[in-house]
């Protein structure tokens, strides 16, 4: 079997797959992907199923070489990749050599990038979902990031891979001081209409305390009608927007916790979801109401596009 060696593992480098659904109700997370747009692309350049495992990179790249020749595509945030010292393109796929290294040189936009190789990765399947939950110490490589030494195996590549590039119109843009579509949350009511346009007119901060489980946001309190911010605990869905006793807006994302005991203010819509999990520290955002049938609308139009251009 194809293996590949992690010669340095980055900052926080992980093994991530759609997540482990149908397990919520125990208090299991569904983690995975943060970008699972991004992940989608990659897999489908490396020639896999959209959710096969990938190697998910945050702020700095992974060093890695490859014990066999095979494909991989690279999608997401931009570190500068290069193989054997070589610039190569993003968004399309690689072919890479025996013996061939793959490196990245630093942070030119967003936050995570996603490495996929043909036949994906083979580590255990851990209730349903090969994705790294590192609180719980569950899934990927003994449930903890990658570190320089490991050694990971890939899986058979059934057919030959073929090249692929993602049209431009695909291709996300990750600018700072971006606008994120909202629909309206459960608890939206409880803001007045001074809350509501505080929140739809403050320009936020993502702040250092930000991590796979939630964006933590810095910027403009805001009160709700009855300075009670607590609910009795309900759902939490991606993109759900808390609003803790502080005023300040969460934004929940791949690790977020199953029930929440906060306002559920809003939601980011799943076409938007991608570009927030590429925010980073010091990063700013607004928000913008629609309705949810524009948000099923425009989640419905880029699936069209990638089933049309990529599949």
């Not at 125990?26 to 959710?51: E, Q």
């Not at 009511?189 to 001074?194: A, C, E, I, P, V």
């Not at 955002?285 to 309705?291: A, C, N, Q, R, V």
Request: with cysteine; glycine share 10%.
């Amino acid at each position: 079997m194809s293996k590949i060696i992690i010669r340095s593992a980055g900052f926080l480098s992980t093994v991530q797959d759609c997540g482990r659904t149908g397990f919520q109700r125990f208090g299991m997370p569904v983690s995975g992907a943060m970008d699972v747009y991004s992940l989608h692309l990659a897999n489908l350049l490396a020639g896999n199923p959209k959710c096969a495992a990938a190697i998910e990179a945050t702020l700095t790249g992974s060093e890695i070489a490859f014990s066999s020749d095979g494909a991989i595509a690279i999608c997401g945030a931009d570190f500068g990749a290069s193989l054997n010292e070589k610039p190569v393109n993003m968004y399309e796929t690689i072919f890479v050599k025996k013996g061939d290294v793959l490196k990245f040189s630093g942070l030119r936009n967003g936050c995570r990038t996603y490495i996929a190789f043909a036949g994906g990765i083979e580590v255990p399947v851990v209730m349903g979902s090969r994705s790294t939950y590192l609180r719980a110490k569950t899934g990927g490589m003994d449930g903890r990031a990658l570190v320089a030494g490991d050694i990971i195996t890939l899986g058979e590549i059934s057919t030959k891979v073929q090249l692929k590039k993602v049209p431009k119109a695909l291709i996300p843009d990750y600018s700072t001081d971006m606008t994120f579509r909202v629909i309206a949350g459960p608890e939206a009511k409880s803001l007045d209409f001074t809350g509501l346009r505080n929140f739809l007119t403050t320009e936020y901060r993502v702040t250092d305390q930000s991590d796979r489980m939630g964006l933590r946001l810095d910027g403009l309190p805001i009160k709700s009608i009855n300075d009670n911010h607590d609910i009795i605990s309900a759902g939490i869905s991606p993109g759900t927007i808390q609003l803790p006793g502080s005023g300040l807006p969460i934004i929940l994302m791949a690790d977020r916790q199953t029930t929440g005991g906060y306002l559920r203010i809003a939601n980011v819509i799943s076409a938007d979801l991608d570009r927030i999990a590429q925010l980073k520290p010091g990063d700013k955002i607004k928000f913008l109401e629609i309705s949810l049938e524009k948000a099923h609308e425009l989640f419905a139009e880029r699936d069209f596009l990638i089933n049309k251009f990529l599949i």
